[in-house]
T-cell receptor, first 114, second 108 residues
């Protein structure tokens, strides 16, 4: 059974551009969350989606948005990219919203903004 | 604010035992998780404590004291492959709040 898959694995963008990152959760998992991990730090929560609705948002500007599709896959969009957006973007899926369920992470998308 | 404190680096030798401590201060708390991350890789779930006490999974054990807002990860019989970053993370409603991570270096 496939784990959490993210695409692309690496991406280089220019300041001011827009980027879309994609995530496919584990089959049967309905909750998808996005995290940003800057080098040398722990992952920071960006969004949680469950049953196609936003269920939580972290402290990120409105340039960050996301959505979840009927097949539970998800997209993270970032507009007007800044150099500080360079990071590893991680997607995590859970079988449900319950806090005691394990979160499975994908390998991430390494975004470099130049 | 919300914060988790853990040591930035720990060094140990193969076969030894190492303990990584984590103290937390968060507005919500359902439990404490531990994740392992090798360079460039995905965080991998190691353990979860919702109640006080010790949870054991093979060479890894995790402890939680909710009254002290404190937990630790214990790694026994260290192997070279255990060299990685270890994160404690508080489970809040629908999200994980991560610490800054502890880099464990295992030496021969």
């Amino acid at each position: 059974d496939a784990g959490v898959t993210q695409s692309p694995t690496h991406l280089i963008k220019t300041r001011g551009q827009h980027v879309t990152l994609r995530c496919s959760p584990i089959s049967g998992h309905k909750s998808v969350s996005w995290y940003q991990q800057v080098l040398g730090q722990g992952p920071q929560f960006i969004f949680q989606y469950y049953e196609k609705e936003e269920r939580g948002r972290g402290n990120f500007p409105d340039r960050f948005s996301a959505r979840q599709f009927p097949n539970y896959s998800s997209e993270l969009n970032v507009n007007a990219l800044l150099l500080g957006d360079s990071a590893l973007y991680l997607c995590a899926s859970r079988v449900s919203r319950l806090a005691n369920t394990e979160a499975f992470f994908g390998q991430g998308t390494r975004l470099t903004v130049v | 604010g919300q914060s988790l404190e853990q040591p930035s680096e720990v060094t140990a030798v193969e076969g030894a035992i190492v303990q990584i401590n984590c103290t937390y201060q968060t507005s919500g708390f359902y439990g404490l998780s531990w994740y392992q991350q090798h360079d460039g890789g995905a965080p991998t779930f190691l353990s979860y404590n919702a109640l006080d006490g010790l949870e054991e999974t093979g060479r890894f054990s995790s402890f939680l004291s909710r009254s002290d807002s404190y937990g630790y990860l214990l790694l026994q019989e260290l192997q070279m492959k255990d060299s990685a970053s270890y994160f404690c993370a508080v489970q809040d409603t629908g999200k994980l709040i991560f610490g800054q991570g502890t880099t464990l270096q295992v030496k021969p």
